[in-house]
């Protein structure tokens, strides 16, 4: 069964400083573990993924 929610790590996205996807997407491109995903012009953390991160 998949998680729901990350376990030991929770990733917030100040969107008041992200420049957006397409002026930037540097999280986007450069996550080897897909924890970021494209919610409209601003990414979004995958929750499932979030445990990946280091």
């Given at each position: 069964?998949?998680p729901?929610?990350?376990?030991?790590?929770?990733?917030?996205?100040?969107?008041?400083?992200?420049?957006?996807?397409?002026?930037?997407?540097?999280?986007?491109?450069?996550?080897?573990?897909?924890?970021?995903?494209?919610?409209?012009?601003?990414?979004?953390?995958?929750?499932?993924?979030?445990?990946?991160?280091?």
């Amino acid at each position: 069964m998949e998680p729901t929610m990350s376990e030991f790590i929770k990733l917030d996205i100040d969107l008041d400083r992200c420049l957006g996807i397409e002026k930037c997407g540097k999280c986007i491109q450069i996550c080897p573990v897909n924890i970021f995903t494209s919610n409209g012009d601003y990414p979004k953390a995958v929750e499932a993924n979030e445990d990946e991160c280091t």
